[in-house]
């Protein structure tokens, strides 16, 4: 996918100084986003129009809210989406002008040599970068080893291409207490994420004395990454990949890990298309990834109160149901209530706005969302997705440094739903 110059330039370069670049291969391998685009435009006056685009599923909705969407374009659509949207009398302003190049500077990546307390800690998360799936993964195996009588870890089963997926139990030791599931990562591309989830374990073990008030009183059940080959996919191939691995078709694999759940499975807001990105799956609960997780939680499910699964991007706390536009649990009212105080700390904490309401009211219909197979089927009160930051500025390509206020933001959210579920 390189242009040809690059080519060119490349077989003149002297020897010595590919040798000086040895992670040359590896980067050929990637896909290159160079020239794609990010663009907003207003949802109302455009509708027709954006409907039609969508529809042909040649560009991505990335994001939206009540008065805009974002729109990933390709390099190649950039040219003629934009033409058309001219032509239709559309306004947009362009929020990512080069997408590679958003993605090449979102990561800052310490050396060991920098960080001044490698090879002390006993794990390399920092919470200053995003980290690989094994960085993680060693930081679960850290907290087991360091914490033995507080956490256990172990693996509810394994990825499509057999990776573990790692979760960790961090205990009150009361026997009668609450159950909390927190999960990241269903989503390959979300990186903000698993970074959020694993700097809630973090607070969760190692800060304990902070959460005095709730701690002896729940178990958290953490899983930071459901889809561990997607996201290893998106570090190593493809940045924006966003569903699982999975091998059903050759062209186009995997799928969409929240659309695959046995809840109203196959309804509004899915494709049975496997190119698209929101391909359902042959069937609920089709992926080893949604069945392994999903039977882990039913097998913990007693007095589980609270569940969270963290996405990006939006800022909003979503309520279920999200398979169609009016499917209201009874306690919706109570749910919301927990919401907006959950939103009310997050804005404390950081004067972040987070939206507060039903998922398909405020975003968009979407059937075999874990959210809604949490609350409709395995029965936990407090079930909410969290879309953490940010507002379409940066979408995916959320820069690093982000990541310690998102997670803030996160844990302040955590903390409200917490004190519900010792209340429930
Ligand atoms: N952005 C999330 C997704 O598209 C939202 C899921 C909300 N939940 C739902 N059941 N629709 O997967
Ligand atoms: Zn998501």
Redesign the pocket.
């Known amino acids: 996918a390189r242009p040809d110059g690059d080519v060119v330039k490349a077989e003149v370069e002297p020897e010595a100084e590919s040798e000086a670049s040895p992670t040359q291969d590896k980067e050929d391998d990637k896909v290159s986003y160079q020239g794609a685009q990010v663009i907003q435009i207003d949802t109302q006056t455009a509708k027709d129009v954006l409907d039609s685009i969508l529809e042909k599923g040649e560009i991505e909705e990335w994001g939206r809210n009540k008065t805009h969407v974002d729109l990933y374009l390709p390099s190649k659509s950039t040219g003629s989406i934009k033409s058309l949207l001219m032509s239709k009398n559309i306004s947009y302003s362009v929020m990512i002008e080069d997408v590679q190049r958003a993605i090449d500077v979102e990561n800052v990546v310490e050396t060991e040599a920098e960080d001044e307390f490698a090879g002390r800690k006993g794990h390399k998360m920092n919470w200053k970068s995003y980290h690989s799936l094994s960085d993680i993964y060693g930081y679960l195996d850290y907290l087991a080893d360091t914490y033995p009588s507080q956490v256990k870890v172990g693996s509810v089963g394994k990825s499509a291409e057999g990776r573990p997926i790692k979760y960790i139990v961090i205990s009150s030791g009361n026997p009668g207490a609450k159950r909390f599931w927190i999960d990241g990562g269903i ?1 390959a591309r979300e990186w903000i994420s698993p970074a959020t989830v694993t700097y809630i374990i973090s607070e969760l073990v190692e800060n304990r004395d902070s959460y005095k008030d709730f701690a002896s009183d729940i178990d958290f059940y953490v899983v930071p990454v459901i889809n561990p080959d997607g996201y290893e996919y998106t570090r190593s191939s493809q940045r924006l990949w966003r569903k699982n691995r999975s091998k059903g078709n050759y062209f186009c694999p995997g799928v ?1 890990l ?2 695959n759940w046995g809840y109203n499975w196959g309804g509004l ?1 899915t494709s049975n298309e496997n190119c698209r990105e ?1 391909y359902r799956g042959t069937g609920p609960f089709s992926e080893p990834e949604t069945r392994a997780v999903s039977n882990f939680i039913l097998q913990n499910k007693d007095n589980m109160k609270g569940f969270i699964t963290f ?1 990006s991007y ?1 800022q909003y706390i ?1 309520l ?4 169609n536009y009016n499917s209201y649990p009874p306690d919706f009212k109570e749910m919301e209530r927990i919401g907006r105080k959950a939103a009310l700390a997050i804005k404390s904490v950081s004067g972040a706005t987070y939206q507060v309401g039903n ?2 009211k405020l ?10 197979w949490a609350k409709g089927i395995a029965g936990i009160k407090y079930a909410y ?1 969290i ?1 953490l930051r940010d507002q379409g500025t940066y979408g995916f390509t959320l820069p690093a440094h982000y990541i310690i206020p998102t997670a803030q933001e996160a844990m302040a959210a955590v903390k409200t739903v917490a004190r519900a579920v010792q209340e429930s």
């Open positions: 989503h969409d929240n659309r807001g929101i996405h939006g979503l279920p149901y999200g398979h998922s398909a975003l968009y219909p979407a059937s075999g969302g874990s959210d809604d997705t879309e």
